[in-house]
Nanobody, 127 residues
Framework: QVQLVESGGGLVQAGGSLRLSCAAS????????MGWFRQAPGKEREFVAA????????YYADSVKGRFTISRDNAKNTAYLQMNSLKPEDTAVYYC????????????????????WGQGTQVTVSS
């Protein structure tokens, strides 16, 4: 079992930055692919970014590429999402997720590939 707790959300003006953290407890997070997803009001939850166990493979949704950066610190069992140049359309509840993987370079983008989810943190970007 892995428990995930997100933090760092809040209200920010367009063009601003936020850094989300996802702290994992239970089994070591280094065994898992870490991903970030988001759900805006009235919309389905969507993929944002993912990072492999060893950090060597990273994917981003086209909508955040060049603005968001995913990273992880396995020693701290924590994953991060640095969000820059935020736009009102980035407003959503952001969720981190962990997916078990045998190989260090495996990456997941589908929600059903993730085994554990956090409770979410609200990000609101005002125009």
């Amino acid at each position: 079992q892995v428990q995930l707790v997100e933090s760092g959300g809040g209200l920010v003006q367009a063009g601003g930055s936020l850094r989300l953290s996802c702290a994992a407890s239970g089994r070591t997070s280094s065994r898992y692919v870490m991903g970030w997803f988001r759900q805006a009001p009235g919309k389905e939850r969507e993929f944002v970014a993912a990072i492999s166990r060893d950090g060597s493979t990273i994917y981003y949704a086209d909508s955040v590429k060049g603005r968001f950066t995913i990273s992880r610190d396995n020693a701290k069992n924590t994953a991060y999402l640095q969000m820059n140049s935020l736009k009102p359309e980035d407003t959503a509840v952001y969720y981190c997720a962990a997916g078990a993987a045998l190989h260090g370079t495996t990456i997941y983008m589908r929600q059903d590939e993730y085994n554990y989810w956090g409770q979410g943190t609200q990000v609101t970007v005002s125009s």
